[in-house]
């Protein structure tokens, strides 16, 4: 079974309202009713597989290990991990689980398109206290986490820059 995850924020719907994901909700509320000539269109979440979604948040709640295949990108096929799962995410419109491999003995982020047939263990763990999700993230470029940190200059034209200074 396949189903789309919609974000919900508190107090809203699980359905979709043309301007219930925009940052500029709160500012055309007070306009009055302008659904009928103002829309936004976030991208979707991609499609997860409910019974997938259901074992990893399980696993997150009562801090259980997880099993499951995963396959890397451009590797010919999927690998056996077991890891704590941490925390779960969805990024740029893509589900990602933050996770401690305990092959590996270190932390790793996994795509849930990408992983199958997972397995709640019966094996207990302890959240570290000083893992945060934001602090984990923090310096990201979406999920990809580099090593050290390096000042990039790009170079523009006129056309180019205008068209960047007015987006984040």
Request: with cysteine; hydrophobic share 35%.
């Amino acid at each position: 079974m396949r189903f789309q995850l919609i974000p919900r924020t508190s107090g809203s719907s699980f359905f979709h309202e043309p301007l219930s994901f925009s940052p500029y909700k709160s500012g055309f509320l007070s306009l009055g009713s302008l659904d009928d000539v103002l829309s936004f269109r976030p991208f979707a979440p991609e499609d997860t597989d409910l019974e997938t979604f259901q074992i990893l948040t399980r696993g997150l709640q009562e801090h259980r290990a997880l099993k499951f295949l995963y396959k890397n990108l451009g590797a010919p096929k999927a690998q056996r991990r077991h890891l704590h799962p941490y925390h779960l995410a969805c990024i740029e419109n893509h589900w990602y689980l933050f996770a401690f491999d305990l092959k590996r003995q270190a932390m790793r982020t996994f795509v849930l398109t990408r992983l199958s047939q997972p397995e709640l263990t019966n094996e207990r763990f302890t959240l570290p206290k000083k893992f945060d999700p934001n602090e984990y993230l923090r310096g990201c470029f979406g999920v990809f986490k580099g090593g050290d940190d390096y000042e990039v200059v790009i170079e523009f034209d006129v056309w180019a820059t205008d068209l960047i200074r007015g987006r984040r």
